[in-house]
């Protein structure tokens, strides 16, 4: 049974905690919202109690919190026996969205990437939001969901794939609906 760490690692274990609050934060505001900050505290509070299960032999310590905040969260649907909401229009967490959407190139993209999203098979998403929203590297998001590399990789370039043939497939039905507009108004001229 490995020992509790001394003062000094306990106090450099909780500055590494502190240092990763705003995307663990994030993180939990955009699985629910209005649940994020009690999440938030509930996160460290089971980090600090099971710090002795982080091995810093295996890497840093980011995964290990993700992977706790992902666990804290689901208890949290399971407890409320409600769907997560991570495709909503706003953030509750202070993040600026038009921010987000303006990298994405355009604001009027987002709907049909929150659409796209919700299309895309859980277990794919899951590994890919963890990539595009969280930062992870794909080794990290396996460590974070339990899954070899291979696996989450195999399952980041799935949602991938799947993510830009719906978004092409849309892009291509509003050109089509722009066009068949075009050719009405011109039919009355």
Known sequence: MPQDPSAEEAERFGASLWELRVPIHAYLARRSPTDADD???DVWVAAYTSRHTFDAARGDVRPWLFGVA???LRAHLRRSRRPATPFRQRDTS??????????LDALSVAPELRAALAQVPPAEREVLLLVAWEGLSPTEAASVLGLRQGTARSRLHRARERLRVAMSERSTDDRTSEGQKGTGREGRR
């Open 39 to 41: 999440l938030l505290v």
């Open 94 to 103: 202070g993040q600026d969205w038009e921010a987000v959407d303006e990298r």
């Open 70 to 72: 992902r666990n804290v």
